[in-house]
């Protein structure tokens, strides 16, 4: 990946989700990949960054979400 901002790298780095039980990595992951392609189709700038915060805002709730349910459910 070609460097970026720093708002951008600050933002992506809170997309991982490898370190979640197997049950939030498949509510995290498609945010994570998400935010990989935006990152990669559309250059850096306020718009961007607003975007993904929002994008990370949605993730933190889907995960907060599942966390309302066991593996099992």
């Known amino acids: 990946m ?5 708002a951008t790298e600050h ?11 197997p049950h939030l ?3 995290s992951k498609p945010c994570g990949d998400l935010a990989q392609e935006l990152v990669d189709a559309l250059p850096d700038g306020p718009e961007l960054s607003a975007g993904l915060r929002r ?3 949605a993730k933190d709730c889907f995960v907060r979400a599942a966390l309302d349910t066991t593996p099992e459910d």
């Open 11 to 21: 933002l992506l780095r809170y997309f991982a989700y490898d370190h979640l039980p």
């Open 55 to 57: 994008l990370l805002e």
């Open 2 to 6: 070609a460097e970026r901002h720093p």
């Open 25 to 27: 990595q498949a509510v």
